[in-house]
Every structure is written in structure tokens, then in C-alpha cells.
């Protein structure tokens, strides 16, 4: 879907262009989409320009782990996603759109079984929500953001 539709049917849902000042940084479904679109095109010039014009005051942070977060996501097959979680115990991931959405990226969270229970029962809303590993399985391919598991295992690439 292109990147001016998709903004369009989120803000049906969350009206951000109606009452932008009701969602702060953490919580932009705007900026979500945006930073999605730009992570899986590698176009780091429009996440840029998006948030320097609305959250300048967060731009500075946001863009100096920019790059490593584009290093670290990747489209992968279901296969390699299913032996990935096995090998690292990945038992939750943090969706960031909804996770029905083709274009969400996941990322892999390392926390234990009851950890991700609760995350999981917590997620209010379908941006940003924690989903178990089944929620991908039947998925041909998917994309995935290791970024805390290449951090915890040292900072090597994986």
C-alpha cells in the first residue's frame, strides 16, 4: 500500500491530522508509519524531514539510532523468522503498526514466558502492541527487527 494511503486509513482510526497535539512522540501513529516506510525503503531523508518539521525537540535522538535500525531489520521468510525465535528463545515481538498490517516491522524482544504474558495481555492498542511469536507463523515473510538481540548478544551483526 502506498505510504499516502496507508497514512490515510490510520488516521480514519486515530484522527492525527484532526488532533495532532493529542499524540506525543512515543506515540504517533503518524510518525510510526512513517519511520516504517522509511526503515523498510531505507529512505532516511523522509523519516528526517518528518521529524524535524513535528518533533524537533526528538529529531536529534531519534536519527543517531536511525541507521542502526535500518542495519538491523530485514525481510525474512517464515522459515528463517521460526528458526531465529528458536534459536534465540524469542518468545514475544513488538509490532509496530498492527500487526495484520504486511508492511509491520517486528521486533524480537528477549524477556521470558511470563514477561511477554504480560506485555501481551497490557497492549491496549494495535500500534506498538506486543504479540506472540504465533501471531507471524503462517507469514511467507515478514520483517524483522533484531536491533536488542544483536545488543544483548555484544553488538555483533547476526
Same mark, same amino acid.
Request: proline share 4%; charged share 30%.
Given at each position: &500500500?502506498?505510504?499516502?494511503?496507508?497514512?490515510?486509513? +490510520?488516521?480514519?482510526? +486515530?484522527?492525527?491530522? !484532526?488532533?495532532?497535539?493529542?499524540?506525543?512522540?512515543?506515540?504517533?501513529?503518524?510518525? &510510526?508509519?512513517?519511520?516504517?516506510?522509511? #526503515?523498510?525503503?531505507?529512505?532516511? !531523508?523522509? +523519516?528526517? /524531514? %518528518?521529524?524535524?518539521?513535528?518533533?524537533?525537540?526528538?529529531?536529534?535522538?531519534?536519527?543517531?539510532?536511525?541507521?542502526?535500525? #535500518?542495519?538491523?531489520?530485514?525481510?525474512?521468510?517464515? *522459515?528463517? /523468522?521460526? =528458526?531465529? %525465535?528458536?534459536?534465540?528463545?524469542?518468545?514475544?515481538? &513488538? *509490532?509496530?503498526?498492527? %500487526?495484520? =498490517?504486511?508492511?509491520? #516491522?517486528?521486533?524480537?524482544?528477549?524477556?521470558?514466558?511470563?514477561? /511477554? $504474558? =504480560?506485555? #501481551?495481555?497490557?497492549?491496549? !492498542?494495535?500500534? $506498538? /502492541? +506486543?504479540?506472540?511469536?504465533?501471531?507471524?507463523?503462517?507469514? =511467507?515473510?515478514?520483517?524483522?527487527?533484531?536491533?536488542?538481540?544483536?545488543?544483548?548478544? $555484544? $553488538?555483533?551483526?547476526?
Amino acid at each position: &500500500m502506498a505510504l499516502q494511503d496507508k497514512l490515510e486509513d +490510520y488516521n480514519n482510526i +486515530y484522527q492525527f491530522r !484532526e488532533f495532532p497535539d493529542q499524540f506525543h512522540f512515543s506515540f504517533s501513529p503518524e510518525r &510510526m508509519i512513517i519511520r516504517n516506510e522509511a #526503515i523498510r525503503t531505507g529512505n532516511k !531523508e523522509l +523519516y528526517e /524531514a %518528518f521529524l524535524r518539521e513535528r518533533y524537533p525537540d526528538d529529531a536529534d535522538a531519534e536519527l543517531a539510532i536511525f541507521d542502526s535500525t #535500518i542495519a538491523d531489520t530485514k525481510q525474512v521468510s517464515g *522459515a528463517e /523468522a521460526a =528458526d531465529f %525465535f528458536k534459536r534465540h528463545g524469542i518468545v514475544a515481538l &513488538m *509490532a509496530d503498526l498492527t %500487526f495484520s =498490517d504486511p508492511d509491520t #516491522i517486528f521486533t524480537a524482544k528477549i524477556m521470558s514466558d511470563c514477561e /511477554a $504474558g =504480560d506485555e #501481551i495481555n497490557e497492549s491496549e !492498542e494495535p500500534i $506498538g /502492541a +506486543y504479540v506472540p511469536i504465533s501471531t507471524v507463523a503462517g507469514r =511467507d515473510l515478514l520483517w524483522l527487527d533484531v536491533s536488542e538481540i544483536r545488543l544483548a548478544y $555484544g $553488538g555483533g551483526r547476526k
